[in-house]
């Protein structure tokens, strides 16, 4: 039988959620035992190759990219689970929320202190992918099947839901893999 | 003019003792002169109050009607009750902002007039209604908006509109009141709205001892006349019995629940029973000081309650040792609200009477043990003082006959909406919806809104039900919705009152109210799921939980009861979301932004 397939994408995410991911350790061998990776950051793969049993995100969307990412996540993924505080809520990224595109713009790359940039220009090429006015968690996007809180997520938190996940069983986290404070 | 501010401003601290629990009255009186409290306003303030100078911005910054910058001095208030807006206040608000020049929110270029948004002031039962300063006018169409305007652009001192649309019935016609409002009294009961003789409870009460005057009251079995339905004369028993020399009488007059004006009607015509009843709390609980919290709507009847607590204290029905009564001292002072639905809260109102923000407090300690100025006090409404002085006059056994089982006596009902004869009634306990219904003259009903939005909507599988507190428990407000409207906008609207006066303490209110009104809004744009209604309900009850006073307790019932009781309104509109996207993202909106900064458009769309 052909293993299941798992993606991952890191979207506005700092990829230490997929740091976090590695941190599993020796037991990335079961998982690779357990599932085959598909398009992800890990294995390098650019494309989906096929259907995935399930799609891990990391980072919510701040561009126009990250959102063609993402749906094309929801396209190809049965589950899709959000991994971390910007996947779920925006994170740091989102801190810009409050503050007009233009301003966050010019303050990054003309006004602000410390900036060197003698062209005195936003860069902008088509290689760039165009900002959303705000960054929007993931759920506010395509619909997400389950969020997993954390910044990061523990490892054995990441690791205990892809289990359950694939062998279809309940998933019991202890308390100290969910609490935050 | 510096030099001028700092006077004034002295001077109206100096006559409140510069005592900052007073200061919702200096504050409002600094407005009042200088149409906002200014930054130097508040300073000066603080300095006098020996306040800091946050304690006076957060009271500012918290009610509607006060302001940093400065307003208009002509502020018209329209109203954007959901039953307005059934009145076609949206067309009134076209007219007054087309004559006027301005938009809602704005101030004409001369500093003259300012129009706003406000929610329900209490005239549901003659809308579309507005409060231009502190004059009510009602029954607006377009030309009459306009002609306003153009009367006011003559001679800007509202009080001559009252005159010129003729003055209301009762006392709204009083030398004092001077005000075109109408009492609609549709049916008077045997208790309140009847001829009542003067002060016939007061005189009996100070007979007895007052503990016989609270169980007069608790064998009256009467209980709290605001929405709660508290037994009086437990809350009173508690009140006493707590410790401390000094404790209080509040009279909950802030009625702003939407669609609810009875207390409105109360003050203009059974004003003296409302004080008796108030005199006739302090002898009971052992308070001296009674205070009647107005809300700021209704500030036209100030002058008229002044006067007659100025006559009451002339005929010695106030003051010290009441009709002769050795050692019974007791007064009443009005404060005034500014503009907040929170302040109907009790603690709320405690805070606001303290002159704070209107923020609830925790409970416990409760009032009884612990409220204003941390001394016991006991906090009734307007309606339960006038039940009090009633019941002292005529009787427990009298009262407890009147209604049915454990709601006794009689219950006014402030009934608007899609009726003929909307107005004030007064009902026994135990009045069936379908007579009610007859008696307003409502035709092709669809829904009922009991106990205004914090209540609950029902449908016609509930017409047979009764009005008490075992059925269908209500503070007074009862709003009617024919067949013609939509129930999914009605309760959004609903909510959106409640994201406005949610006071911010607590997130699942703050929050969770703004969720629910998004995905109403969602459902109404066609792009509800099936899911939405599980979503509403968990966030609805998170709310509910989450939230430390009545306002958040209550505030997603209109979404809660509306997908109860009319569920195939719901599901008719609902359909599953096929791609699993979200409808509600739009992403030519989202980079519309970056595309004008770029020059370029998006790739992906």
Known sequence: MEKPKIATASLAGCFGCHMSLLDIDDRILKLIELVQFDKSPVDDIKNF??????????????????????????????????????????????????IPLKECLETGYIHGTGVYNPSGKIPNSEDIPLLLNKVYPCHEIVKIDYFLPGCPPPADTIWEACVALLTNKPLDLPYELVKYD | MAKNLKQIIENICARYQNDRTRMMDIVRAVQEQFGGVSPEAIDLIAQSTDAHRVEVESVVSFYAFLSQKPKGKVIIRLCNDVVDQMKGVQAVARAFSEELGIGFGETTPDSWYTLEWAPCIGMCDQAPAALINDVMVTNLTTDKAKEIVRALKLNPNPPILSTRYGLGDGNNAN?????????????????????????????????????????????????????????TGLKWKFTRGSKGPEKFILCNADEGEPGTFKDRVLLTERAHLVFEGMTIGGYAIGATTGILYLRGEYAYLRPFLEDILQKRRAANLLGNNILGKDGFHFDIRIQMGAGAYICGEETSLISSCEGLRGDPKNRPPFPPQQGYLRKPTSVNNVETFAAVARILDKGAAWFAAIGSGKSTGTKLLSISGDCKNPGVYEYPFGVQVRTLL???????????????????????????????????????????????????????EYMEFFVEESCGYCTPCRVG??????????????????SDIEYLQNLGN??????????????????????????????????PAQDGMQPTFDLKAAVSDAEALAGRHSVIH
């Open chain 2, 542 to 575: 998170t709310v509910k939980k989450g939230s430390r006073c009545g306002l958040g307790q209550t505030s997603p019932n209109p979404a809660l009861t509306t997908i109860k009781n009319f569920r195939a309104v719901y599901d008719a509109v609902l359909k």
């Open chain 1, 49 to 98: 190759t096929g259907r995935c049993a399930i799609g891990l995100i990391e980072g919510g969307c701040c561009n126009e990219e990250n959102v063609h990412v993402l749906k094309e996540f929801r396209k190809h993924c049965d589950i899709l689970v959000s991994v971390g505080e910007c996947a779920i809520m925006g994170g740091l990224p989102a801190l810009r929320n409050g």
């Open chain 2, 438 to 492: 007859q008696d307003v003259g409502a035709e092709n009903t669809q829904a009922l809104l009991i106990g205004g939005p914090s209540g609950q909507f029902i449908g016609a599988e509930s017409f047979d039900k009764t009005i008490c507190y075992d059925d269908l428990a209500t503070g007074g407000a009862i709003v009617i919705f024919n067949k013609d409207r939509n129930m999914i906008k009605i309760a959004q």
């Open chain 2, 175 to 231: 030398a004092l009141v001077q005000s075109m409002v109408q009492n609609n009294v549709k049916k008077t009961g045997e208790v309140l709205l009847c001829d009542v003789p003067a002060d016939a409870g007061l005189r009996k009460a100070i007979q007895k001892t007052p503990e016989e005057v609270i169980a007069e009251v608790e064998a009256s079995k009467l209980r709290g006349r605001g929405g709660a339905g508290f037994p």
């Open chain 2, 513 to 530: 109210n703004v969720l629910i009104d998004k995905c109403l809004q969602k459902i109404l744009a066609g792009q509800g799921e099936p």
